[in-house]
């Protein structure tokens, strides 16, 4: 089955700084990969998503970018702010609607 | 429109009780997930359902854990008897067809079992 990897656990960055959290999955059928965001004690919320027919998506400062190839996708938070601590979760999924999350990265914005 | 509903929010109970989850998920989503999310992991898929149909269940441990959703809308999810390990939050989200994929979650249901 799928297993998705993401790195690293736990990221410290610096205010107005960029953050960059990776994962690796392994199944090539796996199309569709979401990001989540779960602040403490709250839920997990879909905050950005990329399909396989693309390759980078965009959206005002979070962007993700797809190599399907290498099966590895990132996403990237521009000019961090303190609202963006919280837990980073990737996650992939088949056509049949599967979806398998990575263990999360804790993102700490430093002031 | 109302987002995918858990109750209760907090459940504690005594190793060996049992104890049972509900979740309604949001209207028109034909997909139901529950996930087990242990402390600082990500969410685990237990069981998916496609309307009233359980079509991935091979990681609900079946010896002890039941679930139903019995006219494809409001789902409960069942442990019994607890045990110590299944302190977790309990997930449920759903998806709606044709956004395959797109799983909205709900507050969940944090068990702990003393």
């Known amino acids: 089955g799928e297993n998705v990897e993401q790195h690293p656990s736990t990221l410290s960055v610096q205010e107005g700084d960029s953050a960059v959290i990776k994962c690796t999955y392994s199944d090539s059928a796996s199309n569709y990969f979401p990001w989540y965001k779960q602040e403490l004690g709250k839920r997990p919320q879909l905050i950005i998503d990329i399909r396989s027919n693309v390759g980078e998506k965009k959206d005002q400062r979070i962007a993700v970018t797809l190599n399907k190839t290498a099966k590895h996708f990132s996403l990237h938070i521009t000019e961090t702010q303190p609202e963006d601590s919280a837990v980073y979760f990737c996650a992939a999924s088949h056509r049949d609607d599967k979806i398998i999350f990575g263990k999360g990265t804790r993102l700490h914005i430093l002031p | 429109e109302a987002g995918v509903v858990q109750s209760p929010r907090y459940k504690i109970i005594e190793k060996k009780q049992p104890v049972a989850f509900w979740c309604n998920p949001i209207?028109?989503?034909?997909?139901l997930y529950w996930y087990r999310q242990n402390l600082g992991q990500g969410p685990e898929l237990l069981i998916r359902?496609?309307?009233?149909?359980?079509?991935?269940d091979s990681q609900l441990p079946k010896d002890r854990f039941s679930a139903e959703r019995l006219k494809g809308v409001d789902s409960t999810l069942k442990i019994q008897p607890a045990e110590l390990g299944d302190s977790a939050v309990y997930l449920c989200a759903s998806s709606s067809p044709g956004r395959q994929g797109e799983a909205f979650f709900g507050q969940g249901t944090r068990l702990t079992v003393v």
């Open positions: 209207s028109g989503h034909n997909t």
């Open positions: 359902y496609e309307n009233e149909e359980a079509v991935d």
